[in-house]
């Protein structure tokens, strides 16, 4: 259907093609036959020389619209080779992040197959065969074999924010199996392995699996801290340590969620090796915890120095200090207000962890002292890290039992 436009100008030039033919003929220049041939003729003339105005207005606007076309399709060739550009990148920073994972893993492997190697060779017992815990005898044997056949289970204890009681942080726990599928427990089979200086295969064995829940974590891009727990003879052990130092070296993109943790007592009375070792540790940007603090008077200045970044403290404890008016942190009795506690440690750059949290009294007593985390089986026991190790459904890592 024409537009409404072209309606009118048709008319427009009708209506002068007429008036030119009455005019021709009102004057008496020429026949009435002839007067409105002119007229047809003005018309045709009048549609001729509209009709080249249109073709030519309807020419520039396809001209300008193919330059628009060719210079859309030139950006978007641009476009196509700076995202060919950015693929070719992607794909070299993946073949190279492949070459790196391979790196690692035959590392990993030769590290586990050096431990499996160390584990199987004869280790002198200094203290008889077998130990008694809990009316359970355990031999070294057991110990040195659950380990040789790697059924070695990573337990992990939520670490809460208060009072909202948010998972913020995991401790990890080894725990061996015996060959009967039986869950030796750490009082059993700890001594045992420090006696026959297995300790440092134990760790090694506790990171690989802390490393291997991390990066589980960070391929879901979530974060979560968890607390690896070394004994002091891997700090110490110089033989040992230059593999350990070089596995979390290749790891070291973890710093920021895996956290190194120490006894109190293995902390003030660590030896020059092991306190170089651990500054080597913190150069790479991992942090320390300190534990089963037992003497609260602090020095927080040296674990500031030592890279000591969090410490724990049994709830019980901590509160039994603040109301016999022990000194903590090396100040006067006393001269803490409650909500300032945690305040004393956040000054050298440490948090306070508040453990072995049982009651719900004793978190009352705690949130009084402002500390931020708590942990304890009244946030949750520790518990067997699943093979799938992920929950989509809002639990960070999925717990077995």
């Known amino acids: 259907m024409p537009r409404a436009s072209d309606i009118l ?4 030039y009708v209506m002068i093609a007429v008036v030119a033919a009455i005019g021709f003929e009102f004057f008496g220049l020429m026949s ?7 007229g047809a003729i003005v018309f045709i003339a009048a549609g001729m020389a509209h009709s080249a105005a249109s073709h030519a207005a309807e020419r520039r606007t396809t ?26 990148e992607i794909t070299d920073e993946l073949r190279c992040e492949a070459v790196e994972r391979d790196n690692a893993f035959v ?35 057991v110990v040195r074999e659950a380990l040789q056949a790697n059924r070695v289970d990573l337990y992990l204890q939520p670490i809460v924010t208060l009072p909202q009681r948010r998972i913020m942080f995991y401790e990890s726990f080894t725990r061996l199996r015996d060959a009967a599928g039986r869950v030796l427990a750490p009082g059993v089979f700890l001594e045992v392995a420090e006696r ?3 300790m440092t295969e134990v760790d090694n064995v506790l990171l690989f699996r802390c490393v291997q829940i991390l990066r589980r974590l960070t391929q879901q891009d979530r974060r979560v801290g968890i607390f690896c727990n070394v004994s002091p003879n891997s700090l110490a052990d110089e033989s040992f340590f230059p593999s350990f130092l070089d596995f979390i070296r290749q790891n070291n993109d973890l710093a920021g969620a895996l956290i190194f943790e120490i006894p109190q007592r293995a902390f003030i009375e660590r030896n020059a090796i092991a306190a170089r070792n651990m500054s080597r540790m913190v150069d790479f ?19 500031q120095r030592a ?7 049994a709830g019980e404890r901590l509160l039994d200090a603040v109301n016999n008016n022990e000194s903590i942190a090396g100040l006067e009795p006393g001269s803490i207000a409650h909500e300032d506690m945690a305040g004393v440690f956040a000054r050298h750059g440490i948090d306070l962890i508040v453990d072995k949290v049982e009651t719900e009294a004793t978190v009352v007593e705690v949130l009084e002292l402002d500390v931020a985390f708590g942990q304890g089986h009244l946030f949750g026991e520790p518990r067997p890290v699943r093979d799938e190790a992920l929950d989509e459904t809002g639990q960070v890592i999925r717990m077995a039992g």
């Open 9 to 12: 100008i048709l008319l427009t």
């Open 32 to 38: 009435t036959a002839t007067a409105w041939m002119m």
């Open 63 to 88: 001209e300008e619209e193919i330059r628009g076309l060719k210079s859309a399709n030139l950006a978007l060739a641009e476009e196509f080779e700076a995202a060919q550009r950015r693929l070719d």
């Open 107 to 141: 590392h990993e492997v030769k590290v586990l197959e050096d431990l499996v190697r160390r584990v199987g060779e004869p280790i002198p017992d200094r203290s008889g065969h077998a130990i008694e815990a809990s009316g359970k005898a355990v031999s070294i044997d």
């Open 196 to 198: 026959a200086n297995l």
């Open 285 to 303: 940007g991992f942090r320390f915890s300190v534990d089963q603090v037992t003497d609260v008077d602090l020095d927080l200045n040296e674990m």
């Open 307 to 313: 890279g000591v970044r969090f410490v724990k403290i």
